[in-house]
């Protein structure tokens, strides 16, 4: 029994070994510096809670950061109610909810149309406002998969961006020309969600 678990034992430092040199082979190539254009998508949940966590790193490393949610903005969030607070407090991050709801809750086109540009344009002032290090588009896919905003004025504006500046989308089904242009792409699957259990929206989970 020992010799067998000392084998283990050694037979997964080696492991290790292979894996650490792997590792730094990969970090001594990747020289370069970056802003990112991240893209979360899918038909899972955590696209915007991956975002949002984003916001905490940045801010621990002394960034400035501007969100813009779409579609959003019908009920109160736990996540506007902090970031109010955070402001409040003396960080520098800046939240605009620029949403009335989905679509099904508006059912009026014009109507989201109008405000999806309103939105555009709180976020093109954030994209060039040289303060900010990272800047949160949320839901933004969901506005270009309805056609609220021509897919290439958002991806012309993407790509004037300045060099250091990172930059999040969220939503389900987004374009594939922002897929091919982003840096990052997470796509959230979905295997249990509890709606499906007849459990409602929960505080602090869901909103």
């Given at each position: 029994m020992g010799d067998a678990m000392d084998e283990n034992d050694e037979e997964h430092r080696r492991k290790m070994v292979r894996r650490?040199?792997?590792?730094?082979?990969r970090m001594e190539k990747a020289t370069l510096e970056k802003g990112l254009?991240?893209?979360?998508?899918?038909?899972g949940k955590g696209k915007t809670t991956a975002a949002l966590g984003l916001i905490v790193r940045a801010l621990g490393q002394g960034k400035k950061v501007g969100v813009v949610q779409y579609i959003k903005g019908a009920?109160?969030?736990?996540?506007?109610?902090l970031i109010a607070r955070l402001a409040e407090s003396g960080f520098p991050v800046e939240m605009h909810t620029m949403g009335e709801g989905f679509t099904w809750?508006?059912?009026?086109?014009?109507?989201?149309?109008?405000?999806?540009?309103?939105?555009w344009e709180k976020a093109v002032e954030l994209l060039r406002d040289e303060s900010f290090d990272l800047v949160i588009l949320d839901e933004l896919n969901v506005v270009l998969r309805y056609d609220y905003l021509p897919v290439e004025e958002v991806l012309d504006e993407l790509r004037?961006?300045?060099?250091?500046?990172?930059?999040v989308v969220t939503g389900r089904n987004a374009k594939p020309a922002l897929i091919e242009m982003?840096?990052?792409v997470t796509?959230?699957?979905?295997?249990k969600h509890?709606?499906?259990?007849?459990?409602?929206p929960q505080p602090g989970i869901e909103y």
């Open positions: 650490k040199e792997a590792f730094d082979a254009l991240i893209v979360h998508t899918g038909a009920i109160a969030t736990g996540e506007a109610a809750d508006t059912q009026d086109r014009r109507r989201d149309i109008a405000t999806a540009r309103l939105g004037r961006k300045r060099e250091m500046l990172h930059v982003a840096d990052l796509e959230m699957t979905q295997v509890p709606y499906r259990d007849g459990v409602k």
